[in-house]
Each structure stands twice: as C-alpha cells, then as structure tokens.
C-alpha cells in the first residue's frame, strides 16, 4: 500500500543484524552519537573522493557508510539510550551526508566537463543530474519531516512510504560510482554519446553511461516518491477532516 521497496520486516531485519556489530562499538566506548559524526565523516571522504574522480573508491565508502549509519540507531536502542536530541543529530547529519557526496558528485563531473567541455559539451548533463538527484533526494526527506512535524504518518511510518527511501538511494548510487570506475572513469574514448549502442553490452569501454543511469535514476524515483507522500499526507488530511 505504501509503495515502499524497503518494507518495515526487512528493515527490522536489517537492523537486528547490525546489533551485535553496534554493540561490539559501544564496548570501544563509542557513543550513538559518536558513530553518527563517523557516519558523517565517511560520506565526506566520498564526497571528496567523488571530486577527485575516484568513482568506486567513492562507491565502497557511499556503501560503507550507509551500513555504518545503522550502528548509530542500533546502539542507541539497545543499550536504551534513545534520545529526541539523537534522533535530530542522526536525521541532521544523514541530510548532510547526503548532500555532501552529491556535492562531491557535481565536483568530479564538473571537472571532466571543464576539462573536456570544448570537444565533449553533451558531458555537461552529468553535474546538472546530480544537482536534479540531490534536490529530488532532499524533496523526499523534507516531505516526511513536514508532515510528522504536523502530525500526519506519527513515528517512522511515514520512512515507510513510497518507492525510493534513502536505503534505495544509496544502494543506486553506490553501485552506479562503482560501475564508474570499473568502467575507466569518464569518457575515456573521446566519445561522449550517451548508451551508444555498438560495443559490447551496448556500452562504451568507459563508465559514464552507468553514472548517468544511476543519477537518473535516483532523481526519477525520489520524485515519484515525494508525489507518493504528498498524495499520503492529503489522504490523511482528508481522513482526519472526516472524522
């Protein structure tokens, strides 16, 4: 019904299995609080990774760094040290995190296309996707604080609504930085034409059309789930004007 493809069991899976890993921290006198700022610091090491055109180096820290961004949560309820001030540092900083690898993102594709522009200037919509990714991905967060702050969806439900949460973000966009790179990085051929077709899978022997996909991608589905939690908000609005 809500259109989520993280479903609330496999998310309460996924953080059972993180316990004992966040548990495991807590005994090196590591905090909730401490691991969110790590989580943070991992984002900017592939933010600036990005920048460089480091593109699977960037890939294994956006994975790294979202598995470690569970620990945080994990730990906090497990040892019973839940707290509002918690919640707003994990929530703060998983924005920031956010936004700084994309930021990194626009960076790196902005430097290829400096560097490369004059002969290859269809490279340019790659810092525009990211900056299209990035607002879209942060459209999909706002919505949700919105409207628990308002009381609609109360809790985490509203985490729970629509096709890509931030977990579908990441896993996209880890695996698009990785093909990047795997791929030789950004039009290394000289031949910028975007999914041409004649070499094998379709692709060019260079990593750019997989960038392309992924922050294509991510920017579509993070809009079509922003449309999702407004038409749920409204329905709950309509539900409780009812009632």
């Not at 470690?68 to 703060?92: E, I, P, Q, Y």
């Not at 096709?163 to 990047?180: D, F, H, K, N, S």
């Not at 991510?218 to 409204?234: F, K």
């Amino acid at each position: 019904m809500t259109g989520s493809l993280v479903t609330p069991g496999l998310r309460s899976r996924v953080r059972g299995l993180m316990e004992p890993v966040a548990l495991g921290l807590g005994r090196l006198g590591l905090t909730p609080n401490a691991l969110t700022m790590i989580g943070f610091l991992i984002a900017c090491a592939a933010a600036a990774a990005a920048a460089a055109q480091w593109w699977l180096v960037a890939g294994l820290l956006v994975v790294f760094g979202g598995v470690f961004d569970l620990f945080d949560g994990a730990l906090a309820r497990a040892t019973n040290r839940v707290s509002k001030l918690g919640a707003f540092m994990d929530s703060t900083f998983d924005r920031c995190g956010e936004g700084v690898v994309y930021v990194g993102i626009i960076a790196g594709t902005g430097h290829a296309f400096w560097r490369l522009g004059p002969d290859l200037p269809e490279l340019g919509v790659l810092p525009a996707l990211a900056a299209a990714a990035m607002a879209a991905s942060f459209m999909v967060s706002y919505t949700r604080a919105k409207a628990e702050s308002l009381g609609f969806t109360p809790g985490s439900g509203m985490a729970n609504v629509g096709l890509a949460p931030r977990e579908v973000r990441i896993v996209i966009l880890a695996i698009g930085l990785a093909l990047t790179g795997i791929g030789g990085g950004l039009c290394n051929t000289g031949d910028c034409d975007f999914f041409t077709i004649g070499t094998p899978l379709g692709l060019r022997h260079d990593g750019t059309d997989f960038l392309v996909a992924a922050l294509a991608l991510i920017a579509v589905l993070a809009t079509i789930t922003t449309i999702q939690r407004i038409v749920h908000t409204i329905n709950q609005a309509s539900k409780q004007e009812q009632g």
